[in-house]
């Protein structure tokens, strides 16, 4: 099935990207948008394998392409794009959303 108007495109598994590369990107999401992911595993809040969880999924955004520009133009951000897979994450973590972190 190649896809026309009418069909969908199967979706074709992409290969994920670098660890450490999304490893940064995840990190550097949320201290844009004023995470302390370290303070917030101290707490209680957050937990190393939600921390790999999230690494985990940065690296099958189809979107990390995106991600340094938009850190660049939005420093002060409050809330990460919703273009973010953590978005949701990082939200929970910041009280902006009723879901949960871990």
Do not use: K
Not at 71 to 87: G, K, Q, T
């Amino acid at each position: 099935m190649n896809g026309t108007a009418d069909t969908p495109r199967p979706l074709r598994p992409r290969p994920l990207g670098d660890e450490r590369e999304h490893y940064w990107l995840a990190l550097g999401m949320a201290q844009t948008v004023g995470l302390d992911l370290q303070a917030e595993i101290e707490a209680g809040r957050f937990s190393q394998e939600a921390w790999a969880e999230t690494v985990q999924r940065c690296r099958g955004c189809g979107w990390a392409d995106g991600c340094p520009a938009w850190m660049e133009d939005n420093p002060d951000a409050e809330r990460a794009p919703e273009a973010c897979v953590n978005a949701a994450r990082f939200d929970a973590l910041l009280g902006l959303d009723e879901g949960t972190a871990r």
